[in-house]
Structure formats: structure tokens, C-alpha cells
């Protein structure tokens, strides 16, 4: 289930590039059901219970699982929700060590890149830039020098999946515009699509 904001700076839910996530949904295997919601502080919280209550009545789900790693207030929100609709809530990553947890994703093969930057240290050059070793160090860094979260769960930077574990397909970018507000920014996706794998036995995967 995807939740489309109008409003670019939600409070619950992501904004940039969310429209891709369809590839994500293919790449995935999963059936995706997409809401809209006006993104408006707290009232958005009651469009997601609307919506997981229509989703639980259609095809039956029994709870949500959430990437809350360390954000009090969209986990408790979520909380809340699957509570009044009678469904579980499962956050399996939730108290997680941030830095550790990145270079998990890197472990695992994720192929993540930076889509929004909003925090102090994080300029234009992170904008459409793949994690890897270097940014985990320099995320590191600068959540020792001014409390960044190095997972990103105050605000301080978006990011896109294009491959992971799951994964039938990956997604390829296309064409895309980077956006520099002055101290802030954004990665638009313009054009995208699936392509295969490449297999650790040569040729397609």
C-alpha cells in the first residue's frame, strides 16, 4: 500500500519519486494499492487508517510492517492506526543501530540512492549519489558533529531502493533532474524502468 501526498514536506510520508514505487511493487512481485492523501499534519494519519481499513476489508490483511527505525512519532502514529483497525503493527527494524544497519543494506546488495537532502552537511553532490562505504562514514561523522540521525528517520535525507534481495528486476533511472534550492534538494526520477539482473553466472539473471 502507497500513500501519494500532495503536500511535499508530509509529515508521515514520503514525497519524492513515490510514484516509481509501482516498479518497486513489479520488481517485487507485490500487488500495489495506491491512496492520496492532502499530506496535512495529523489529518493524514486519518487517511491512512481509512485506507488500511478499506485494504483490510478487500483483500484481507492482518497487519503492517513499518521501516520505523527510530521515529517516536510515525511509529506511535502507526501504532495507533493498526490498533483501531485491528491489525498487528511490525517494525523489525526499530531500535536498530543506524550506522550498523547501513552497511547491512550494503551487505545485502541494496542499491539505494539519495532523493531529498534537507539537514546541514548534506549539499547537492548527495543527490542522486549511491550509499556506499564513503557515505556511511560521512553520515557517521556528521551525526557525531550535529546529530544528524544516520538513517535519515529525523527528515534529514529521502532515498530510492533500485535493487535488493527481493528483487526480480532492478530499477534503471533513465532520466532525472537534480533540484538545488540553495540548502536543500531533490533527485527527480523523470524516466525509469525495469531491467534484469545481472546473474553471478553470466548473462541475464
Known amino acids: 500500500m502507497t500513500m501519494i501526498p500532495s503536500n511535499p514536506f508530509s509529515y508521515m510520508f514520503h514525497s519524492v519519486n513515490v510514484k516509481w514505487t509501482k516498479l518497486q511493487a513489479q520488481a517485487l512481485g507485490l500487488r500495489q ?3 492520496r492523501t492532502a499530506g496535512v499534519k495529523e489529518e493524514e494519519v ?4 481509512r485506507a488500511l481499513k478499506e485494504v483490510k476489508e478487500k ?3 492482518e497487519g503492517v510492517v513499518s521501516g520505523a527505525v527510530l521515529s517516536k512519532y510515525q511509529r506511535q502514529r502507526i ?3 493498526c490498533e483501531r483497525s485491528g491489525l498487528r503493527c511490525i517494525a523489525p527494524l526499530w531500535g536498530s543501530d543506524q550506522v550498523e544497519l ?3 543494506y550494503l551487505r545485502e546488495g541494496m542499491e539505494v540512492i539519495f532523493t531529498g537532502v534537507y539537514a546541514l552537511g548534506l549539499n547537492a553532490e548527495w543527490l542522486g549519489a549511491r550509499l556506499d ?3 556511511v562514514r560521512r553520515l557517521e561523522e556528521l551525526w557525531r558533529r550535529y546529530g544528524l540521525n544516520p538513517s535519515g528517520e529525523g527528515g534529514e535525507y529521502e532515498t530510492f531502493v533500485l535493487d535488493g534481495p527481493y528483487f526480480g528486476k532492478k530499477v534503471k533511472i533513465l532520466k532525472a533532474e537534480k ?6 534538494g531533490v533527485y527527480v526520477i523523470e524516466e525509469a524502468s525495469l531491467e534484469d539482473k545481472e546473474s553471478p553466472y553470466g548473462g541475464g539473471g
Not at 486519518?46 to 487508517?49: F, G, H, P, Q, V
Not at 533540484?179 to 536543500?184: I, N, S
Open 133 to 135: 562505504e564513503d557515505k
Open 59 to 61: 483483500y484481507g490483511i
Open 102 to 104: 547501513l552497511r547491512r
Open 33 to 35: 494499492v495506491v491512496f
Open 79 to 81: 501504532e495507533r492506526v
Open 179 to 184: 533540484r538545488w534550492m540553495g540548502d536543500w
Open 46 to 49: 486519518d487517511d491512512l487508517e
